[in-house]
């Protein structure tokens, strides 16, 4: 799941009540930061980018 990346940035307890939100609402991760505000879209994208994600090596 993609909060473990994001849990870093915002912190443990933004993404527990992140997550819960999500779940509760049926929306996505990104769906619910960008309606609280916690992160701007482009901090986002940066943090969530799946090539970046998923490459090889190391960071």
């Not at 849990?7 to 993404?15: F, L, M, R």
């Not at 997550?19 to 049926?26: D, F, P, S, V």
Request: hydrophobic share 35%; glycine share 6%; no cysteine.
């Amino acid at each position: 799941m993609t909060v473990t990346t994001l849990t870093p940035k915002i912190g443990y307890d933004n993404a527990a009540k992140i997550t819960k939100k999500a779940i509760a609402e049926n929306k996505s991760l990104r769906q619910v930061l960008l309606e609280e505000g916690i992160l701007p879209k482009d901090k986002l994208d940066e943090i969530l980018d799946l090539k970046k994600l998923t490459k090889g090596g190391r960071a």
